[in-house]
Each structure stands twice: as C-alpha cells, then as structure tokens.
C-alpha cells in the first residue's frame, strides 16, 4: 500500500501570491490533518479534516483555508504569501480523528512540501 | 499557557547506552500522547501510541512511560545503535472547544556515537 503522498515535493513562490498543497492519504483513511514546520521546531498544526468536514483548526490566520474532497484527498491553500509562510507543510492521515478518546489510530506522516517564499 | 516542552539540548549518547528523552507538558488533558521520530527534510515517522489510562508501553528497544499526575512521559531507547541518531518529538492529542488538535514538542536531537 502507498504511503501519504503529497505534491508537490518543493515550491518557489514570490510574497503576495498563493499555493496550493496536495495531500493523498493512505487508502481506507479518513481523516487528514495539515501541519506547518519551521526549521528547529516541532510541527505546528493548522487544520484537521474528517469525512470532509473542519473539525480542528490551529492558531493560524485566514490566509489559510483547506478543503477535503470526496475520496479524502485534501488541499492546503495559503493567500498573500509572507516571507514567514517559508517552511515543510506535512500532511498526515489516520482512519478516525486523532484526538478522540479511546481512539487507537495515530497520524502517518506524508514526505510534505518544502515551500520557500522570496 | 498550555505548553510542551521537549529537552531544547542535543543528547549525546555512546553506542549500546539506554537513551531517555523527557516531555514536560502544562495545562493539557491529553487523549494519548505520541512519539515520533524524524530525519532531516523528511516527515515525522509513528513510534509509540500511549493513552490516559496507561503507564507505560514497549515496543523492542523502545519503552515510553506516561504519568498524568506529573504531566511527564519518558521515551527510552535502550542498546542504542549510530541509526537511532535523529530527532524525536513528542505529540499531545486531545479535543478541546477548537476541537481535535495534535500539538508537538519542539523534539530533541539525539546523537549516538559508534
């Protein structure tokens, strides 16, 4: 069975435009949750998809907005890029919603998007 | 504030010691708690699963113990290995009023010495 993929592997964009992140999760999972990770830090969590609907959202402004589509594929959009949105976005997939309790699934990480923003 | 809180400096361990890695976290009721290991440029790769209700979990060479009183899990490696050399993370899971969030520790670098 394939991993988490994501696409694509690394990006250059300039300030003030936008990208698109893609993330395929492991067939048969349902959930997809997407992290922000900045050099020297741990990952930092924007959002959580399940059975295409929002149920998590981190700390982060509304630049950034994500969808989840019928077969659990899942996009990462990010507006007005800042030279701060520089970083490795992973994507992560798990057949329940992490979180929940008496849950057992964990997270499997994808190889994630190296964006650079100049 | 909630926090987590990894040791901020690098491990350095010789080939065959037991390494121990701390995760500190404040002001959580975390479902389980989780540890990853991570290689430079690559994702964070599920070692162990921990829940609530459970004080301490083995997996071959890797023993984690979580104790909800002290708000602390300990990740142990023992008989290290050159290979076991990478950054590992910590992950709080738990569902608030933002509901479900996984938050991470900043993780440690461990280096182990042939």
């Known amino acids: 069975d394939a991993g988490v993929t994501q696409s694509p592997t690394h990006l250059i964009k300039t300030r003030g435009q936008q990208v698109t992140l893609r993330c395929s999760p492991i067939s048969g999972h349902k959930s997809v949750s997407w992290y922000q990770q900045v050099l020297g830090q741990g990952p930092q969590f924007i959002f959580q998809?399940?059975?295409?609907?929002?149920?998590g959202r981190g700390n982060f402004p509304d630049r950034f907005s994500a969808r989840q589509f019928p077969n659990y594929s899942s996009e990462l959009n990010v507006n007005a890029l800042l030279l701060g949105d520089s970083a490795l976005y992973l994507c992560?997939?798990?057949?329940?919603?992490?979180?929940?309790?008496?849950?057992?699934?964990?997270?499997?990480f994808g190889p994630g998007t190296r964006l650079t923003v100049l | 504030s909630q926090k987590i809180e990894q040791n901020s400096e690098a491990l350095n361990i010789q080939e065959g010691k037991t390494a121990t890695l701390t995760c500190n976290y404040t002001?959580?009721?975390?479902?389980?708690l989780q540890w990853y290991r991570q290689d430079p440029g690559r994702g964070p790769v599920f070692l162990l699963l921990?829940?609530?209700?459970?004080k301490e979990k083995r997996k071959e060479r890797l023993k984690v113990t979580f104790d909800t009183t002290l708000k602390q899990s300990l990740f142990h490696i023992t008989a290290s290995q050159p290979a076991d050399s990478a950054t590992y993370l910590c992950?709080?899971?738990?569902?608030?009023?933002?509901?479900?969030?996984?938050?991470f520790g900043a993780g440690t670098r461990l280096f182990v010495k042939a």
């Open positions: 002001n959580y009721s975390p479902a389980y």
């Open positions: 992560a997939s798990s057949f329940t919603p992490p979180g929940r309790r008496g849950g057992t699934d964990t997270q499997y």
């Open positions: 992950a709080l899971d738990f569902t608030n009023t933002g509901g479900f969030k996984t938050i």
């Open positions: 998809y399940y059975e295409k609907e929002e149920r």
């Open positions: 921990i829940r609530e209700n459970e």
